[in-house]
Structures are given as C-alpha cells and as structure tokens.
C-alpha cells in the first residue's frame, strides 16, 4: 500500500541459524539489572503492555500487560486455527523498532518478519480491538486500523506537554492510562473516541511523600477490575548507593476517585517484577506476585541481610499483603531462586529456578543471562512447588501467555545467525497435566502481543 497514513513494510531476515547454548538474549533485561537499579523499564521488551492473548479482541483485564486463561489447560492435537492472528513484536537495534504480522493460522516453525507491518521505534499495544504504539521519546500515542495486511492510521493522542508517557495499560474498551513518570500521574483516555484526548489525570505523587524519598521504579502493573484499582511494583533507593530498600512495595490507586495507597512487606524483598510474567490474578481475583530478590542477585551486589524471594498474595477486596501467605522458593526448591510467575490456570503457575552460587558483582549480568534453569510448578493454593521433571534443564523462561486456553511460555535464546549472535525467542507449549513443553514456534523479535484479528 502507499496511501499516506499507512504504515511501512520491513524486511527482517535471518538464515544459518545456530543455538549458542547456554546464552539469554538479555532483551529482556533492559537496563535494570545493575545492583537492583536503573530507567523504569521496560526499554526493549514490555512490562505493562506485556504479551497479551485472548480469544477475541477483548483487552485485557490486566490493561494491556500478559492474560492468562483461569480455567484449566485441556491440551488436544493441532494449534489453535482461523480467525486471523496479528502478532507484535519489537526487533533489537539502533533505535528498537516495533513490527506487526499477519498469519492466516497460529504462528509455527520459524517466524521472519518479511513483510512485517514496521511501525518505526516506538512500542506497539493491543487495545480494544486495533493495535496502538506509543513513542515514548515523544510521548505520543497512535492508534490504527486493520486494513487487510496493512494498518492504516485513525487517530493520535500527545502527551507530550504533560511531560511525556513511558507506558500504556487498560481497565477497559473505553478506559485507557498512560503513566507520566516525570509528573508521577496517571492520563485518562478514550481509545475508541474518534478524537481522542485527555478525559482526567490522576497524582500520584504521594508515592514520593515517605520518609524513603521518591521510589527509583515504576514496574508492572496488574489492575482489578473489580474495584478499578491498579498496583505497580515499586523499588525505593538507598541514598548515595546503587542499592534499593530491600523490602516488598506496591502503590495501589483508584482510577476513579485516584485514592492512593501504599503498601510494604517486610517480609519480602525488593522485586525487578518488570519485562517478566511476575504475577497475577487468578480467579478468586486475588493477587499474586513473586518478589524476585533483583533476579536473586541482591546478596550478590551487596545488600545487607538479603532477603529470599518470596510469593505475597493481596486477597480481593483489599488494600494491604495476606501476612499470613508466603511462598519461600529458596525453601521449595533446596537453595534456588526463582524468577518469573507465570499464569497456567487454577491457582497454577510456572516458575525457573537457578543457582547463584559463584556469581560476583564482577560477572553478574553475564552469569544471569548463561544461567541454566529448571523448572516448577507453583500451586498457590496449597501454598507450595514441585518440579517439572517433564523439561530439561535449560535457559530460564521468565515469560508467557495464553491463547484459546492453552498456555505457552518463551524461552529466551542467543543464536548464531549469519556468523553473528543474535537474540531469539523461542514459544512452546506447556502442558499443565503432562508438565511438559513443546516448541511452536521462534521469532527473533521480543513478542508484545498474539491476538485473533477482530
């Protein structure tokens, strides 16, 4: 197509690949993996605008962050087939780009992205039936419209006199929020007005109005439809140090009366909680999130009395952690931390776990990203894990999500294409009654979204 207001075509091709075994992509990362600090990512990879998946164009009841399915898995021959399925992904480079795909069936075997949609650098969402990107380095938004294999510009929001947005979530078809890190505030709006533009900001300044000073991070945000509520994993610094408090934070706001409320576990330390599927709601719409410990590094880098990862619950209908629930990984699994909490359905979730023995502040980040792992299943019901015996020890998978009820989670590779290493993702299947995965497909680009086209 050529007509002005389309978008453009890329031609992103990789031939002579080869696994170098043993490597993460570090796509992921970002840059917040240096002595639990670092920009509010995710940079190169989603945190609320994570993978999302469902059946028919619905958003997301996390607001454009991963959905998981809440019943149970019942996995049966072949992938799911027709409608047409749009896939978004973000390709690494100088700058990051964003790119949209069309297939006539669930993607399998090796995704190119010849013929991808390019949506130039920004990061691509899926709202309300039609995919939206937002350039953070502008602070705009711009929505498009399906047009056969091609998207079509209808309609674009700035926010850049409010100080710019670094992310989008959604509670609803008509409710939208971009976060505004400079102003610390929440903007409303409409992503299916004709024009749209701002309905309402929401301060939420108080989050900077403890004795702790401003937190350094924003990270995921998982929002309750039940009470228009949304919670996002907050990381407080250490003055003069590269270090973070090392105890659990979460604000929660109200997005109609913009009630804030802040909440501290103790118990728990600080959690990177971004660019991973690190927690969830089930069906009882209580919420779970795995404090990660900064991936397991923070005795690493040197926090005093590092504390052990753990699972905290905020039961529905409230404001404030279960202190009688925990999940102690580091217990459950014989020393190894965990990274990752991803959704299967029916209280379930899928885990990694490594060793972090050896590792020093010298060889951190690249001892993280050669880490090998295996593999868990968390039962929050009983408040416990057991190993997946079914998968091979391999690279840690951090990431997933669901289509038609079945549950996939990514592994994340580097590969040798062309003679050069280049990240690649990789999608496989997980099956919660036989607790084994199967590959399905592999892309070279980080993936944000895999829907059915409207």
């Not at 007509?3 to 091709?13: C, E, L």
């Not at 945190?47 to 049966?76: F, I, Y």
């Not at 929440?186 to 929401?202: C, G, L, N, Q």
């Not at 996939?408 to 084994?436: K, S």
Request: proline letters at 5%.
């Amino acid at each position: 197509h050529s007509a002005i207001g389309h978008s453009h075509r890329t031609a992103i091709t990789g031939h002579g690949t080869a696994r170098v075994r043993g490597h993460h992509s570090g796509v992921w990362l970002g840059g917040a993996l240096t002595s639990g600090c670092g920009d509010d990512e995710p940079a190169t990879q989603p945190d609320a605008g994570m993978m999302t998946a469902d059946t028919g164009g619905t958003v997301p009841s996390d607001g454009g962050t991963m959905t998981m399915a809440d019943g149970g898995v019942e996995a049966d021959a072949g992938l799911p087939s027709g409608p047409r399925f749009v896939f978004g992904a973000t390709i690494q480079g100088d700058p990051t780009i964003a790119v949209v795909k069309f297939f006539d069936e669930f993607p399998s075997g090796q995704v190119t992205f010849e013929d991808a949609v390019e949506l130039g650098p920004t990061f691509p969402y899926f709202i309300a039936g039609r995919i939206f990107t937002l350039d953070r380095a502008g602070g705009t938004v711009v929505r498009y419209r399906f047009d056969g294999d091609d998207l079509v510009e209808d309609g674009r929001i700035s926010f850049s006199a409010r100080g710019g947005a670094e992310d989008l979530f959604v509670l609803s078809d008509t409710r939208a929020f971009a976060f505004n890190s400079a102003g610390l505030e929440y903007i409303e709006f409409d992503p299916t007005a004709a024009t749209m533009s701002i309905v309402k900001t929401i301060d939420i300044s108080g989050v900077a109005s403890t004795p702790l000073g401003p937190p350094s991070l924003f990270r995921r945000k998982f929002v309750r439809q039940s009470d228009n509520t949304v919670f996002s994993v907050l990381n407080y610094p250490i003055t003069g140090t590269p270090l973070s408090v090392d105890s659990f934070f979460l604000s929660a706001v109200n997005l109609d009366s913009g009630d804030l409320t802040l909440i501290r576990d103790d118990r728990c330390p600080t959690s990177v909680s971004f660019g991973l599927s690190s927690g969830f709601f089930d069906a009882n719409d209580d919420l779970f999130i795995l404090a990660d410990a900064n991936l397991g590094l923070n005795a690493v880098f040197g926090v005093p009395n590092a504390k052990d990862p753990c699972v905290v619950r905020v039961a529905r209908d409230t404001l404030d952690v279960d202190t009688s629930y925990q999940i102690l990984p580091r217990t459950e699994t014989s020393g190894r931390f965990a990274v990752g909490l991803i959704h299967l359905g029916n209280g379930l979730a899928f885990t990694s776990t490594y060793d972090t023995s050896g590792i020093s502040p010298d060889n951190a980040i690249d001892a993280f990203l050669a880490a090998q792992g295996n593999y868990w299943l968390v039962d929050t019901a009983s408040a416990s894990m057991s190993r997946l015996d079914g998968i091979p020890e391999d690279d840690l998978i951090v990431f997933g999500f669901d289509v038609d009820g079945r549950n996939y989670v990514v592994r994340d590779e580097v590969v040798m294409r062309d003679g050069l290493e280049v990240p690649e993702n990789v999608v496989l299947e997980f099956d919660v009654g036989a607790g084994t995965a199967t590959e399905v497909f592999r892309a070279g680009g980080f993936p944000w979204f895999l829907h059915r086209i409207p």
